[in-house]
């Protein structure tokens, strides 16, 4: 049992860092256990160290520091044994463009040596299970995002992996496309397949992990159940939105209101946590119009994973990261993908 | 070993499904050919020593071939792979790591034989003569085929070094240094001292001399066997380079 008490762990990870070329510590001393048959959500920022840490744990990258074993096997000294109890869908999707659906899978089955007719059936089974048996004989260059992304999903199942690894599998997709992977995920962990999922997406964490850990800069800042975080903030939100007021004096007008625990500026917005988010909105206007100061709209709201994030970083996760998300996505790729130190 | 057949066969299919890719390659031996034998065959007539009754030709066969063979692809291929993500997906199955590369110099030697067998057809229509007969064609084609096996180690080798289509392509280069500073327009005894050194320290020059002698003379083994020696040689040296690049590849 690990410390969850949630069975033998699938993933464990200890002090795991990696540090790349020039000093960039993409992944810093991170502790992690992940339980056999859970679905666990890694959740952060672009440029947050998610890819690096999923390459990590598929040892295609050697970490520079610490342990992990995935599948009770140590990603450094068995890694060909990790190799063959996991399935990897990476963010950026890896498919040869010159072969159909079909050849991929079968070459795919192949190289987990499953061959002949067993490799063709397994094909086939994996075909349907994800849509794609009308589309099976088109080279994959010709598919839409959604489906090279289903294809790929299928690609990592061949061999029924005991630990399936999704590198943000809905960046790009389109909402029905997306309703499909996450159906598919549910259908995947419902057969017994350990799933450690990233994700930028708050709404995905919530409706698929059991448990997750949300990564900024390299290092867990929250780890647990998307109620425990969400619970352990103990407040509701209030948000009150600037538009154009000062925050220093706003937050002044405010002043100790009663029952309020912290106070959080935003970009053109306050966040306030409070014991009771009803009862402080009557006061805070009642304060605020004492003193003169125009706001905008003011709401309250139970705490979601986003106000976890922003207790845990002082910063909302939406459109956190660079001011630049695909390129620092790129970025995140490119020094993971980057040479050894 | 069934995984060097799977990725082979995958590696084949590209080169069937991407003619695109290796007909440009077949363009310039082609060109370099006809242009020369234009340009060449009349200072050099048949009635030249060397050419032993031969036309031109003949001569300059050998170099097309190299040519033909020698080429970037494989190089190309594997470093688009590593840009679009499969590789990775590769490296995640339980294989060897050095299938990958086996599998895609299975495909090189076909594409070899292919290209070597349409040069060596041009040149037959061009009036060659192979003097070790038909059984000396098919060794023309292997040498060379064996050849071109040989220098795609060098463009995975630079694929895998630098991760850079671009850098991979120009790679193509250092190969004209390579063919040029060899006997491929005269034999050694006519280039220039400073020439015939360089050309004689070239192992390149070896090769052509072998598959030359095929053509030409008939058979002199040891020209052969000298050919054959500098061609695995080098196979030893560039793919072993290439195999030791993928075994450490971000480890």
């Known amino acids: 049992m690990n410390e969850n008490g949630q069975g033998t762990p699938a993933i464990q990870a200890r002090r795991l860092s990696r540090t790349f070329k020039g000093g960039i510590e993409a992944v810093r001393s991170v502790d992690l256990d992940v339980s056999e048959g859970e679905v666990f959500g890694f959740l952060g920022p672009n440029g947050a160290g998610k890819s690096t840490m999923v390459r990590m744990l598929c040892t295609l990258l050697p970490p520079t520091d610490g342990t992990a074993k995935v599948a009770g096997h140590d990603i450094v000294d068995e890694g060909d044994e990790v190799r063959r109890s996991i399935g990897v869908a990476l963010q950026e999707i890896g498919l040869d463009p010159v072969q159909t659906g079909r050849e991929l899978l079968e070459l795919q089955c192949g190289l987990y040596g499953i061959t002949g007719s067993a490799g063709r059936e397994r094909a086939a089974e994996l075909l349907e299970l994800v849509g794609l048996t009308d589309a099976a004989e088109r080279r994959t260059k010709t598919y839409s995002g959604g489906m090279k992304r289903r294809l790929d999903l299928a690609s990592a199942l061949v061999h029924q992996p005991r630990v399936l690894f999704l590198d943000e599998p809905t960046t790009g997709l389109d909402p029905a496309s997306r309703l499909t992977v996450w159906e598919e995920v549910r259908s995947i962990n419902a057969s017994g397949t350990t799933i450690f999922l990233t994700t930028q997406y708050l709404e995905e964490a919530d409706e698929l992990c059991e448990r997750l850990a949300i990564i900024d800069a390299g290092e867990i800042v929250a780890q647990g159940t998307p109620e425990a975080l969400k619970a352990e903030i103990g407040k509701d939100v209030v948000s009150v939105e600037l538009h154009g007021a000062d925050a220093e004096r706003t937050q002044q007008v405010i002043g100790e209101l009663p029952g309020l625990d912290r106070v959080i500026a935003e970009q053109d917005a306050l966040a306030l946590l409070v014991e009771n988010g009803a009862a402080s909105i009557a006061e805070i206007v009642r304060r605020l119009d004492a003193a003169d100061v125009e706001v905008g709209a003011i709401s309250v709201s139970r705490p979601s994973l986003d106000d976890v994030f922003l207790e845990a970083t002082g910063r909302r996760l939406e459109g956190a990261g660079t001011d630049h998300p695909d390129e620092a996505e790129r970025e995140d790729e490119a020094a993971a993908r980057a040479v050894a130190p | ?251």
Not at chain 2, 100 to 105: F, K, S, Y
Not at chain 2, 151 to 171: E, K, P
Request: aromatic share 10%.
């Open chain 2, 1 to 251: 070993m069934t995984e060097v057949l799977l990725l082979g066969r995958r590696a084949v299919r590209e080169v069937v499904r991407y003619p695109e890719a290796t007909i440009p390659t077949l363009f310039i031996p082609l060109f370099f050919l006809a242009v020369n034998i234009g340009q060449v065959s009349k200072t050099f007539p048949s009635t030249t020593p060397f050419l032993h009754g031969q036309g031109y030709v003949a001569f300059q066969m050998p170099v097309s071939l190299m040519f033909a063979v020698a080429t970037a692809t494989t190089g190309l291929a594997l470093v688009t792979e590593i840009d679009g993500g499969y590789f990775d997906k590769l490296l995640v199955a339980p294989i060897r790591r050095t299938s990958l590369i086996v599998g895609r110099l299975g495909a090189d030697l076909v594409r070899g034989i292919a290209a070597s067998t349409v040069v060596l057809l041009a040149g037959l229509a061009f009036g060659a003569h192979i003097q070790s007969g038909p059984a000396g064609a098919v060794v023309i084609v292997l040498l060379a085929s064996l050849f071109g096996v040989a220098y795609a180690g060098f463009g995975i080798l630079v694929a895998l070094t630098t991760r850079n289509v671009q850098a991979t392509n120009t790679s193509f280069l250092l190969f004209f240094p390579l063919l040029f500073l060899t006997p491929n327009f005269v034999p050694f005894d006519r280039l220039s001292p400073v020439m015939e050194t360089l050309a004689r320290i070239n192992p390149v020059s070896y090769v052509i001399v072998g598959l030359r002698s095929l053509i030409i003379d008939g058979w002199v083994i040891d020209k052969i066997l000298v050919c054959l020696g500098v061609t695995l040689a080098m196979g030893v040296v560039l793919i072993g380079l290439s195999l030791r690049a993928i075994r450490n590849y971000d480890r």
